[in-house]
């Protein structure tokens, strides 16, 4: 039995189930955005991020699986300074929305990761009950160059702790690049290299501040290799993210917003086509899901059970979620389509076409 978490426009759905047999069990904060959500591994408890406009950005948080929640301290920046080199910061010093949750290593019991639009970094010590901003990532020079992407601002979307070393922390910025830290987020590098944005002027598409990863994955049993739905197209490395490599455009699109890497197999990953940034709908109406076997050589489309027709699901970057078993895919969309797969992305199984808008879908 699976247990989904399923964050919506209009709050946090569980769904559980297995095989074609799924159901809706529980609906919480009925009515309130939840961006993102985390279950976290080392000791069973969720973790809900509300977006709820004017009374700001909240943190929920339970340890008996959805029975009861309770308010945690949300991410905050500090007061803006009024002097020095960051008084003219054209960046809102306010947390419009919490875009990722990461757990700490399990060597670090209560040591969260939130990655915020605009584009902080927030860690707690204490499951939650606080947070401090990563200064030595806000206050790298390029952060006030850094693009939006879909929003105004640019935004921390994606971040990985590496299952061999917690010190060892990835992140992606949507628009800025790829970034690492080695000390635990004392110090950070970018780590674009081999990415292009070829939407920007010649002279600037090599720039790895200007890159616009949409997702970043890594294969657990590899944590080496590291997989990238990029806004010009999909990349792969094999050495932690140092140097990245363009994988060939499979049919229909390789433009898209999410990506899931195979707990296992370092070769096998998934991607959700869309027509084009312009055109955010699946290429002629249809739904598909494309996989690789080989580490990008080459992919298997795969539409049984999608939508075949007049569809116009569209998949976001956390849409897309794979269970520690390999086989098992849950993929959700902004119209509220919800779908899974025990068969590794090969057939798929309709739990919802009428959800609210999904932001986020995470296997619990």
Same mark, same amino acid.
């Given at each position: 039995?699976?247990?989904? !978490?399923?964050?919506?426009?209009?709050?946090?759905?569980?769904?559980?189930?297995?095989?074609?047999?799924? &159901?809706?069990?529980?609906?919480?904060?009925?009515?309130?955005?939840?961006?993102?959500?985390?279950?976290?591994?080392?000791?069973?408890?969720?973790?809900?991020?509300?977006?709820?406009?004017?009374?700001?950005?909240?943190?929920?948080?339970? *340890?008996?699986?959805?029975?009861?929640?309770?308010?945690?301290?949300?991410?905050?920046?500090?007061?803006?300074?009024?002097?020095?080199?960051?008084?003219?910061?054209?960046?809102?010093?306010?947390?419009?929305?919490?875009?990722?949750?990461?757990?700490?290593?399990?060597?670090?019991?209560?040591?969260?990761?939130?990655?915020?639009?605009?584009?902080?970094?927030?860690?707690?010590?204490?499951?939650?009950?606080?947070?401090?901003?990563?200064?030595?990532?806000?206050?790298?020079?390029?952060?006030?160059?850094?693009?939006?992407?879909?929003?105004?601002?640019?935004?921390?979307?994606?971040?990985?702790?590496?299952?061999?070393?917690?010190?060892?922390?990835?992140?992606?910025?949507?628009?800025?690049?790829?970034?690492?830290?080695? =000390?635990?987020?004392?110090?950070?590098?970018?780590?674009?290299?081999?990415?292009?944005?070829?939407?920007?002027?010649?002279? !600037?598409?090599? =720039?790895?501040? *200007?890159?616009?990863?949409?997702?970043?994955?890594?294969?657990?049993?590899?944590?080496?290799?590291?997989?990238?739905? &990029?806004?010009?197209?999909?990349?792969?490395?094999?050495?932690?993210?140092?140097?990245?490599?363009?994988?060939?455009?499979?049919?229909?699109?390789?433009?898209?917003?999410? *990506?899931?890497? =195979?707990?296992?197999?370092?070769?096998?990953?998934?991607? *959700?086509?869309?027509?084009?940034?312009?055109?955010?709908?699946?290429?002629?109406?249809?739904?598909?899901?494309?996989?690789?076997?080989?580490?990008?050589?080459?992919?298997?489309?795969?539409?049984?059970? !999608?939508?075949?027709?007049?569809?116009?699901?569209?998949?976001?970057? &956390?849409?897309?979620?794979?269970?520690?078993?390999?086989?098992?895919?849950?993929?959700?969309?902004?119209?509220?389509?919800?779908?899974?797969?025990?068969?590794?992305?090969?057939?798929? &199984?309709?739990?919802?076409?009428?959800?609210?808008?999904?932001?986020?879908?995470?296997?619990?």
């Amino acid at each position: 039995m699976h247990t989904l !978490l399923v964050g919506t426009r209009k709050g946090l759905f569980t769904v559980q189930g297995e095989g074609s047999a799924w &159901h809706i069990t529980a609906h919480h904060f009925a009515g309130e955005p939840v961006t993102q959500v985390l279950a976290d591994p080392r000791d069973g408890s969720w973790l809900a991020a509300l977006r709820m406009g004017h009374f700001g950005v909240k943190l929920r948080k339970s *340890v008996d699986q959805g029975a009861s929640w309770v308010e945690v301290a949300a991410p905050a920046f500090p007061p803006k300074p009024t002097t020095g080199p960051d008084a003219d910061d054209p960046t809102p010093w306010s947390v419009d929305m919490v875009w990722c949750l990461a757990a700490g290593g399990p060597d670090q019991p209560g040591t969260l990761w939130a990655g915020c639009l605009p584009a902080g970094l927030f860690r707690s010590d204490d499951g939650g009950q606080s947070w401090a901003l990563n200064t030595a990532l806000w206050n790298q020079p390029p952060r006030k160059s850094w693009g939006g992407g879909g929003y105004d601002q640019a935004g921390i979307h994606s971040i990985l702790v590496d299952p061999r070393d917690a010190q060892h922390i990835t992140l992606a910025v949507s628009s800025g690049g790829v970034w690492q830290s080695r =000390d635990g987020g004392e110090s950070w590098t970018i780590t674009s290299r081999g990415m292009l944005a070829r939407y920007m002027p010649e002279g !600037l598409q090599e =720039d790895g501040n *200007v890159q616009d990863p949409h997702c970043l994955v890594q294969c657990a049993a590899q944590p080496d290799v590291l997989w990238v739905q &990029h806004h010009g197209g999909m990349y792969r490395s094999v050495d932690g993210g140092q140097q990245w490599h363009s994988i060939a455009a499979p049919a229909p699109s390789d433009f898209g917003f999410p *990506v899931a890497s =195979d707990p296992h197999n370092p070769l096998r990953a998934w991607f *959700v086509p869309a027509h084009s940034d312009g055109c955010r709908i699946p290429v002629d109406g249809r739904m598909l899901v494309n996989r690789t076997d080989d580490g990008g050589q080459s992919f298997h489309s795969f539409g049984l059970g !999608l939508p075949s027709a007049h569809a116009y699901h569209l998949v976001y970057r &956390h849409g897309l979620d794979i269970s520690a078993d390999g086989q098992t895919l849950a993929m959700a969309s902004t119209t509220g389509g919800l779908w899974v797969s025990s068969d590794a992305g090969e057939g798929w &199984h309709c739990v919802s076409n009428d959800l609210p808008p999904v932001a986020v879908v995470r296997f619990a």
